[in-house]
């Protein structure tokens, strides 16, 4: 209850810095609180015990107090001193990366993120990253503004087309953080969400090696029911299309595409297998598998008729193995 009232609706704290971040924040709102009440409190009964029809109200004129001067000085310099050095103390903890942070490298285009690792893994919207380790990041842009935001970790940093601009942070806190682009940047700007997961030890060595991980609950939750069924280790096996579904989640193809004729950026995927498809110049062609494959692989090939050539190429960010089940999904989607 204390612990609700103190902390409001903050999110998570899922690494170190943001116990620090929230410290300060609610010293500045409690010493916010303090003064409102001190100043407008004051005033109240000040209006109440002086008021003009009381007998007696004339008021004494006082003229300078020297005690009072001072403490009226030497209080909010203090005050004002300690909320400079303390938070001094958090920026400088959060803009300098430690020496031997693991670092990736991070694109932010319309409207997705890109994740480039060391070991040459690329992935679209989920940033995997040690826990109790901390993790580095080199960000730039593909085209407009965008801004990198993950509020359980306390980070926010613009991410700028032309330059690099970087964050860091040691997950504490294992399991999936939202990534949220905080810079509106058009059309589907609010679907250009991802997440951090975080990873314990044992999972971390797993998917650097390329292995399966396992499921990753949310962060700060335990696993749900259908989350430990999509293990596989409980026999659940996923269809192919049900693994493209996850896929075309991942890779943020959403963002643009709708599955149900609704619009977005992008033609809608419902029922566009076995159709003919009408292309900006005037050409036709049958949507079978290799016309897809072209579309993802190579999308400014050729350009769907009133779309703009928007999309992102995926050659070389989608396996083979997801490249399949991304064409079951799609050819599943009636
Ligand atoms: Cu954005």
């Known amino acids: 209850m204390f612990e609700k ?29 303090f003064f409102f009440l001190l100043v407008v409190g004051g005033m109240v009964i000040f209006a109440m015990k002086y008021r003009a029809d009381r007998q007696g109200a004339k008021a004494k004129y006082i003229t300078g107090s020297h005690l009072l001067e001072a403490v009226w000085i030497a209080v909010p310099t203090v005050l004002l001193l300690i909320i400079f050095a303390w938070g001094y103390n958090v920026y400088r903890t959060m803009t300098h990366a430690p020496a ?11 409207w997705l993120w890109t994740f480039l690792y060391e070991n040459g893994r690329t992935t679209v ?47 504490t806190m294992p399991g999936k953080h939202r990534i949220f682009c905080a ?28 292995k399966e991980i396992g499921p990753v609950p949310q962060a700060g939750l335990e696993l749900t029911a259908a989350e430990k069924a999509h293990s596989g280790a409980a026999g659940a096996v996923l269809t192919l299309a049900e693994r493209g579904a996850k896929v075309f989640a991942a890779k943020g193809c959403a963002a643009c595409h709708s599955i149900d004729g609704s619009a977005r950026p992008g033609p809608t995927l419902k029922g566009v297998f076995g159709h003919e498809v009408e292309f900006g110049d005037g050409g036709r062609a049958l949507v079978d598998e290799n016309y897809l494959r072209e579309s993802i692989e190579r999308p400014q090939a050729r350009v769907v008729k009133g779309f703009q050539p928007i999309m992102p190429t995926f050659q070389g960010l989608v396996s083979e193995t997801e490249l399949s089940a991304l064409l079951a999904y799609i050819k599943s989607l009636k």
């Open 100 to 110: 031997d942070a693991y670092e990736v490298r991070v694109i932010g285009k319309q």
């Open 125 to 171: 919207n989920d940033l995997y990253v040690p826990m109790n380790r901390p993790v580095k990041l080199i960000m730039t842009s593909e085209d407009v503004l965008h801004s990198f935001f993950v509020p359980n970790f306390r980070v926010k940093q613009d991410v700028v087309p032309g330059m690099y601009t970087s964050v860091w942070f040691e997950p």
């Open 183 to 210: 810079e509106y940047c058009g059309t589907s700007h609010s679907g250009m969400i991802g997440q951090v997961i975080a990873l314990e030890a044992a999972q971390w060595k797993a998917w650097s090696a390329g």
């Open 5 to 33: 009232i103190f902390n409001g609706d903050l999110p998570l704290k899922g690494t170190q810095v943001a116990g620090s971040w929230d410290s300060l924040y609610n010293f500045l709102v409690w010493l916010s609180v």
